[in-house]
């Protein structure tokens, strides 16, 4: 069944001067424009669309990918404010209306805010809200430790960071455990720590254990082959600076060039580490 706010492949149905009618099937036909078709597309070919309403709420289809789709979170530019709400900017031709009663706070034009996009089930139109907390931590999270998630990273706190895991959780960075920058906005592969005992849940960087040696080892043979096989940075080196060239803590970077060491992979001289 195709899905609207989603990527679906839709069978051509018939081909006109403006376009082409897509297979929707509950949906009913659906018009591609002719600006998103090639012209040897045929009757009975298939083709992966994006759909949506436009301006006069009919269903579209569109080749163009949009920054997110239903269910997804994501950091949107307000582009204009009306009587009815904020619109945001979601990479699509018709912007994407965050009405006033889901504003966390009263958006205005030109600011980034993070929202959650879904089907009003009124409406039945794809609407936007900024009350993210509607829509996460709602189901229990059954997460193993070590496990891999995507990390969206949300706000910066005296704490760390804020990020939502898997468009399902709320999740924490610990300032004390970052070593990079981090945007706004940026999706990163990130680890389950722990989670704890009142459902809160604690993430890292790295795989915990050996796995995140093996994975910080490996950085650092990148790093040497780049280099020419040397990196003038020891184990005496000021945290900053292994911080700036590594992204990782001295301590890390101290059993990771040690595992490298025992391995026979490197050797640690005075002023840096070198390839064997």
């Known amino acids: 069944m195709a899905e609207i706010g989603k990527y679906n492949k839709l069978k051509v149905l018939r081909i006109v001067d403006h376009g082409a009618y897509l297979n929707g099937e509950e949906l009913g036909d659906i018009l591609i424009p002719k600006r998103?078709?090639?012209?040897?597309?045929?009757?009975?070919?298939?083709?992966?669309?994006?759909?949506?309403?436009?301006?006069?709420?009919?269903?579209?289809?569109?080749?163009?990918?949009?920054?997110?789709?239903?269910?997804?979170?994501a950091l949107l530019k307000v582009v204009s404010v009306n009587s009815v709400g904020a619109f945001v900017d979601w990479g699509l031709m018709k912007d994407l209306l965050v009405p006033f009663r889901e504003q966390k706070q009263t958006m205005e034009e030109g600011k980034y805010y993070f929202v959650y996009i879904y089907l009003d089930d009124e409406s039945k139109r794809i609407v936007a809200s900024a009350k993210l907390d509607k829509f996460l931590d709602n189901l229990p999270p059954e997460y193993e430790e070590g496990a891999e998630v995507d990390a969206l990273i949300c706000?910066?706190?005296?704490?760390?960071?804020?990020?939502?895991?898997?468009?399902?959780?709320w999740g924490m960075l610990y300032k004390n455990e970052v070593f990079q920058d981090l945007r706004r906005g940026e999706h990163i592969k990130a680890y389950i720590k722990k989670v704890r005992e009142d459902e809160k849940i604690d993430l890292s960087f790295y795989k915990i254990g050996y796995e995140k040696v093996d994975e910080i080892s490996q950085a650092i043979l990148d790093k040497l082959n780049q280099k020419k096989g040397f990196i003038p940075v020891s184990d005496k080196s000021p945290s900053e600076i292994i911080s700036k060239i590594f992204g990782i803590s001295k301590k890390t970077y101290k059993k990771a060039v040690g595992s490298l060491y025992k391995q026979k992979l490197i050797s640690i001289d005075e002023d840096g580490i070198r390839l064997l």
Request: aromatic share 10%.
């Open 155 to 169: 706000n910066q706190t005296d704490l760390g960071y804020n990020a939502i895991i898997n468009n399902l959780h």
């Open 36 to 73: 998103y078709i090639s012209a040897n597309l045929q009757v009975d070919n298939e083709i992966d669309v994006f759909i949506y309403l436009d301006s006069e709420d009919r269903l579209i289809a569109t080749t163009e990918t949009p920054l997110a789709i239903i269910g997804d979170f």
